[in-house]
């Protein structure tokens, strides 16, 4: 490689790093790094006294994706708006609700691909809850995840497949087209995929309707803040 061309190819690299798209990719790239590690990690099960507790992992993901997502801050213009009308905020709720419902009733047979036994957050050998690794899955899963997805999925590329300058495109301009196909990838991230598939099209449809991503952050939120206290109180792990 020439010098020059060199040059060129470390001034493009820096582009990027500096762009709109990475801004958005990077926290759910760091939060999906750690699905992959806990996929080599075992079961996350309480740990007898003086073992690694595997569940850990799930409060470092929650940590790490909370931290760039805390220093990106200032970049996600589409955040800046946070009063939301009265109207929209209440829609945004409904709908979590309805998302919630529909996730607890899909969870077996084809709708699924598998369901393991889940994040178990009882302390070793007893029915309590083990509160310092709970807070932290519960904090991920009702804060960090919305806020990482739907700056992903909804802000970022339901919109780049309409167009590269995503940030010029007002989410009401989006087409049925993209809305499918991110509905379909945010799908495949999950292992009850119709849900999460019709999760999807309802958190995209609410951001294309409202065109305020808040609406679709708090949808988002409140489907697993609720999921997560539905789990504690039924006790049934499967959805973690």
Do not use: C
Request: hydrophobic share 55%.
């Amino acid at each position: 490689m020439l010098p020059e061309e060199g040059a060129a190819a470390r001034s493009r690299l820096r582009a990027w790093l500096r762009s709109e798209p990475l801004v958005r990719i990077l926290p759910f790239a760091l939060f999906m790094v750690f699905v992959a590690l806990g996929s080599f990690a075992p079961p996350p099960l309480p740990a007898p006294p003086g073992d690694w507790d595997p569940r850990w992992i799930y409060a470092a993901r929650a940590i790490v994706t909370g931290a760039a997502l805390v220093l990106l801050w200032p970049r996600f213009v589409e955040l800046k708006e946070v009063r939301l009308g009265l109207r929209d905020g209440l829609l945004g709720v409904a709908a979590g609700v309805g998302v919630l419902i529909i996730w607890v009733l899909l969870d077996e047979g084809w709708v699924t691909f598998k369901l393991g036994n889940g994040f178990d957050p009882r302390q070793y050998g007893s029915e309590a809850i083990d509160w310092p690794v709970t807070l932290f899955r519960l904090l991920g899963l009702a804060i960090v995840v919305p806020l990482a997805e739907e700056l992903f999925w909804r802000s970022f590329l339901l919109r780049w497949l309409e167009k590269q300058d995503f940030l010029a495109l007002a989410p009401a301009a989006i087409g049925v087209r993209a809305l499918v196909i991110t509905s379909v990838l945010f799908a495949l991230e999950h292992n009850q995929w119709l849900a999460g598939f019709i999760a999807g099209l309802v958190y995209g449809g609410l951001y294309m309707r409202t065109g305020r991503l808040w609406v679709a952050v708090i949808a988002h939120a409140v489907t697993n803040g609720l999921l997560g206290a539905y789990i504690l109180i039924m006790r049934d792990w499967r959805f973690w």
